[in-house]
C-alpha cells in the first residue's frame, strides 16, 4: 500500500499531471529567494575587508558548484533506477539533469574565473576546486554527448546512465587525486579564505541563496523533465489532446 | 580471416563437448585475440609510432634544452602514453561488433566478466606494455634524468593497465556507434585524471629525490580496484550496445 | 545595513563592480535559459502536434471524396 506511489511513478502521465501543481508553488518560493538573497548579498552584506566586494560573487559561486555536484548525483541515482527497475520517468530525469548540471557546473567555473581576477589577478588558476569542477564539467558533456549519440531513445538511456555511475563512483576518486596533486603543487602565496572564517552577516544570505538553488535546481528538473514527457509520449492521445486544449497553462 | 575460421573452430569444440568452463573460456579468448593481434601486427605499431612521433614534437615545439626537457620529461610521457592508449581502444570490440562475435560471447555460458577481461589484457598487451617498454628509450630523447627510469617503467606498467580497464568501458558503449572514436576519448579522458596524475607524479618525485613507493601503491590500488569493477561495467555496457 | 551610499557606488563597489555584476549577469541568463527553454520546447511541440492534427484532419476528408 505503502509503495504505491513509486508504482505511480512509472506512468509519466500520471506525475505530469500531479506535479502541475507544484509549479507555481516552486517557482514562486525559488524566484522569491533567489531575489532576496541576491539584493542581500549585493547590497546589504558586509564587505570583507581582505577580498573586499569581489567576495559577493561567492552567494552565487558556492550554490552553484553545490549543485553541480549534487545534480550530478541526481543524475547518476536516477539514471541508476531507470536501469534497475525499467522506470521511464527515471530515464527522463536523468536526461533533464545532465543539461541543468553542465550549465551549473559552466555557472561556477565561469564565476570562479571571473572572481580570481580581482582577487588573485589572473582568470585561471590550476586550484583544486576550480580543475575538480572542470573536469566534472568534462563528466556532465560526456554523459550528453553520449546521450545525444545514440539514434534509439532506450539504448540512449541505458548506456549514458552507465556513464553516470561510472562517473559518480570516480568522482570522490578525481577529487581527491585532484586536491593531493594541488597540495603538491601549492604555492604558498595562493590560498583559500577558508568558508570557516566567514563572519555570520555575511553567512546568512549565502544561506538564503543555497536554498534558493536547491529549489531552483527542483523547478529547472521539473520543468525540463515535464517537456521531456510530453516530447516522448507526443503520440498518445492524453499529450495530442493536450495540444489541442493548446493554451493551457504549464 | 584465418583467424575469424579459429574461432569458429572453439565453437565447434564448444558444441562437441560438455560446455567449456570459466578458465578454457577465457583461455580460448585470450588466444583468439591475441592470434588475431598478431595477424595485424601493422595497427599494433600505430599507437607505438605516435607515442615517438608526438614525443618528437615535444623538442620542436618547446625547446631542445636539457634542462627543460627534463623537468617537462615524466607529464609529458605519462599524457603522451595516455592519448596512445585512447588511440588503439576503439578497436577493443569494433572488429567482434561488427562480425558478430560479439554476440557469440554475450550468449556464450561463461561469464562474460572474464571474456573482456581476456580481450582487456590482450588490448594492454598489444598496447600499454609495447608502451611502456618503449618509455626509457623515448625518456633518453627527452633527457630525462637517472633515477628515473626504474619508476618510469613500474608507473607506466600499473597506470597503462587501468587506462586499458578503464577504457574498455568507454570503447563498450560506444561500440555501436558509427562515429565512436572521438566521442570514446570524450567520455574516457576525465575518468584518466587520477591515474595520469599519480603516475606522473611518481616519476616526477623519484627524479626530484623522493620515495615514489606511495604513488606506486596507489596506482596499484587503481589497478585492483578497475580489475574488479571495470569489466563488469565494460560487460553491462556491451549488452546496452548490442542487444539495444 | 545597506553597504552603499548611492547607485553609482554599487554599481562601483570600489571597483570590483565589473566583475560582480558581470557573474550576476551571467547566472541570470543562465537560470532564465533553464526556465524558459522546456517551455519553448513544450510550446513547439504543441504547434507541432496541432500542425499535424490539422493535416491528418484534411487527409481524411480528402480520402472520402470521389475519385475522378
Request: net charge positive; hydrophobic share 55%.
Amino acid at each position: 500500500m505503502g509503495w504505491q506511489w513509486f508504482h505511480r511513478l512509472g506512468s509519466p502521465r500520471w506525475f505530469y499531471e500531479k506535479s502541475s501543481a507544484w509549479i507555481p508553488w516552486l517557482a514562486v518560493l525559488s524566484i522569491a529567494l533567489l531575489l532576496w538573497g541576491s539584493v542581500w548579498g549585493l547590497a546589504f552584506a558586509p564587505t570583507d575587508f581582505k577580498q573586499g566586494n569581489s567576495y559577493r560573487i561567492i552567494y552565487i559561486h558556492v550554490p552553484a558548484a553545490f549543485l553541480s555536484l549534487a545534480g550530478y548525483y541526481v543524475m547518476a541515482i536516477s539514471g541508476a533506477i531507470g536501469l534497475i527497475w525499467k522506470m521511464k520517468l527515471a530515464d527522463m530525469v536523468m536526461k533533464s539533469a545532465a543539461v541543468i548540471g553542465a550549465v551549473l557546473t559552466f555557472v561556477s567555473l565561469v564565476t570562479g574565473a571571473v572572481w580570481g581576477k580581482p582577487t588573485w589577478g589572473t582568470w585561471w588558476v590550476w586550484d583544486a576546486r576550480i580543475t575538480s569542477m572542470l573536469v566534472l564539467f568534462f563528466l556532465y558533456l560526456g554523459v550528453i554527448a553520449l546521450q545525444e549519440a545514440y539514434q534509439q531513445q532506450d539504448t540512449a538511456n541505458k548506456a549514458s546512465a552507465i556513464l553516470a555511475l561510472v562517473g559518480m563512483v570516480n568522482i570522490p576518486i578525481i577529487y581527491k587525486s585532484v586536491d593531493w596533486w594541488y597540495t603538491l603543487h601549492q604555492p604558498a602565496t595562493i590560498k583559500f579564505t577558508s568558508e570557516s572564517t566567514i563572519h555570520p552577516s555575511m553567512l546568512y544570505p549565502l544561506l538564503v541563496m543555497v536554498i534558493a538553488f536547491y529549489l531552483f535546481y527542483a523547478l529547472a528538473l521539473l520543468l525540463r523533465t515535464r517537456s521531456e514527457i510530453l516530447y516522448r509520449e507526443r503520440k498518445t492521445r492524453w499529450v495530442q489532446e493536450l495540444a489541442e486544449a493548446g493554451k493551457g497553462s504549464h | 580471416m584465418s583467424g575469424r575460421a579459429a574461432g569458429i573452430d572453439d565453437s565447434l569444440q564448444a558444441q562437441a563437448t560438455p560446455v567449456p568452463g570459466l578458465w578454457p573460456g577465457f583461455w580460448a579468448t585470450l588466444r583468439r585475440d591475441l592470434l588475431l593481434a598478431f595477424r595485424h601486427r601493422g595497427e599494433m605499431a600505430n599507437p607505438i609510432l605516435f607515442f615517438l612521433m608526438v614525443i618528437t614534437m615535444v623538442p620542436l615545439g618547446i625547446s631542445p634544452e636539457k634542462a627543460v626537457l627534463a623537468m617537462l620529461a615524466p607529464g609529458m610521457l605519462w599524457v603522451v602514453a595516455l592519448l596512445a592508449t585512447l588511440l588503439s581502444l576503439d578497436g577493443l570490440f569494433r572488429s567482434d561488433f561488427e562480425d558478430g562475435t560479439l554476440e557469440q560471447l554475450l550468449i556464450a555460458p561463461q561469464p562474460l566478466y572474464f571474456q573482456v577481461l581476456a580481450k582487456v589484457l590482450v588490448h594492454w598487451l598489444t598496447s600499454g606494455l609495447p608502451l611502456t617498454l618503449m618509455a626509457p628509450l623515448l625518456g633518453v630523447m627527452l633527457s630525462l634524468p637517472e633515477g628515473g627510469y626504474g619508476v618510469l617503467v613500474l608507473s607506466l606498467l600499473l597506470g597503462t593497465a587501468s587506462l586499458s580497464l578503464i577504457g574498455s568501458i568507454g570503447a563498450a558503449l560506444t561500440v555501436a556507434l558509427r562515429k565512436g572514436g572521438l566521442l570514446l576519448s570524450l567520455i574516457i579522458l576525465p575518468l584518466y585524471v587520477p591515474v595520469l596524475i599519480f603516475g606522473a607524479s611518481a616519476v616526477t618525485s623519484v627524479v626530484e629525490g623522493f620515495p615514489a613507493s606511495g604513488q606506486l601503491a596507489i596506482l596499484g590500488a587503481f589497478l585492483a580496484t578497475s580489475i574488479v569493477l571495470a569489466p563488469l561495467a565494460a560487460a553491462g555496457a556491451l549488452r546496452i550496445s548490442v542487444n539495444g | 545595513m545597506l553597504q552603499f551610499e548611492s547607485l553609482s557606488e554599487l554599481w562601483n563597489m570600489a571597483g570590483h563592480g565589473p566583475y560582480v555584476w558581470a557573474c550576476y549577469l551571467i547566472t541570470a541568463i543562465a537560470i532564465v535559459y533553464l526556465l524558459v527553454s522546456p517551455l519553448r520546447r513544450r510550446r513547439q511541440l504543441f504547434e507541432q502536434l496541432r500542425r499535424q492534427a490539422r493535416i491528418e484532419a484534411a487527409g481524411q476528408s480528402d480520402a472520402r471524396r470521389p475519385d475522378f
